[in-house]
């Protein structure tokens, strides 16, 4: 079989149909939002009939489920787990990537049903980004590694959302209160009151 392959059930499904119909709620459900994006659309985008997608996802909150599960499974491993940063920097660091409205706000806005899976998956990815916010502290020598981390966790979603509402970057400004509650946070020894190179930048 060439364009044709089995699934699961012997049924019978376009090659690469799982990943176009993704591939077009990623642009969808960003661009328009997840509730006012319909099946017909995503179909139409993707190139696949409403049987072919509900082969493959079962129905539209299989989807939304699925599609947040693209974003950022290990949360920013590539700032966390960065051997090249000191603790203090990796905690800086996450302040000066800039992203968009995250997608997991948006999706819990959206979706009224708490028990949505979308909405657990997004309930766990936050707890997920403070978890990983308060064990860097903790390397880094805060006190009270998990007060701060959920500190930064909030202020990075607030710099999200506010950036969204009025169509500017409110990282810069996050990154500012951010360097102030790090440095608060950390023994004296740990915090360089002339702050280290990146956190010259983030003030600047």
Request: charged share 20%; glycine share 8%; hydrophobic share 40%.
């Given at each position: 079989m060439?364009?044709l392959e089995?699934?699961?059930?012997?049924?019978?499904r376009?090659?690469?149909?799982?990943e176009?119909?993704?591939?077009?709620?990623?642009?969808?459900?960003?661009e328009q939002?997840?509730?006012?994006?319909?099946i017909?659309?995503?179909?139409?985008?993707?190139?696949?009939s409403?049987?072919?997608?509900?082969?493959?996802?079962g129905?539209k909150?299989?989807l939304i489920a699925?599609?947040?599960?693209r974003?950022?499974?290990?949360i920013m491993?590539?700032?966390?787990?960065?051997?090249?940063?000191t603790?203090?920097?990796?905690?800086?660091?996450?302040?000066?990537?800039?992203?968009?409205?995250?997608p997991f706000?948006g999706?819990?806005?959206e979706?009224?049903?708490?028990g949505?899976?979308?909405r657990?998956?997004?309930?766990?990815?936050?707890?997920?980004?403070?978890?990983?916010?308060?064990?860097?502290?903790?390397?880094?020598g805060?006190?009270?590694?998990?007060?701060?981390?959920?500190?930064l966790a909030l202020?990075l979603?607030?710099?999200?959302a506010?950036?969204?509402?009025?169509?500017t970057?409110?990282?810069?400004?996050?990154?500012?209160?951010?360097?102030?509650?790090i440095?608060n946070?950390l023994?004296?020894?740990?915090?360089?009151?002339?702050?280290?190179?990146?956190?010259?930048?983030v003030?600047d």
């Open positions: 060439t364009q089995k699934g699961p059930q012997g049924l019978r376009g090659r690469g149909a799982h176009r119909i993704l591939s077009a709620s990623q642009e969808l459900f960003p939002g997840i509730n006012s994006t319909g017909d659309q995503i179909c139409a985008v993707a190139g696949v409403k049987r072919t997608l509900y082969q493959h996802f129905g909150d299989e699925e599609y947040l599960r974003f950022d499974p290990e491993p590539g700032i966390f787990d960065s051997t090249d940063l603790p203090r920097e990796r905690l800086l660091a996450v302040f000066d990537i800039h992203p968009p409205l995250c706000i999706a819990a806005v979706l009224q049903d708490p949505h899976p979308a657990l998956l997004a309930r766990d990815h936050k707890q997920g980004v403070a978890a990983r916010f308060a064990a860097t502290a903790r390397e880094a805060a006190a009270d590694p998990e007060r701060l981390g959920e500190q202020l979603d607030g710099a999200s506010r950036g969204r509402v009025l169509n970057d409110a990282f810069a400004t996050a990154a500012a209160i951010a360097l102030v509650l440095d946070a023994p004296v020894a740990a915090a360089p009151s002339g702050a280290s190179a990146l956190g010259q930048l003030q």
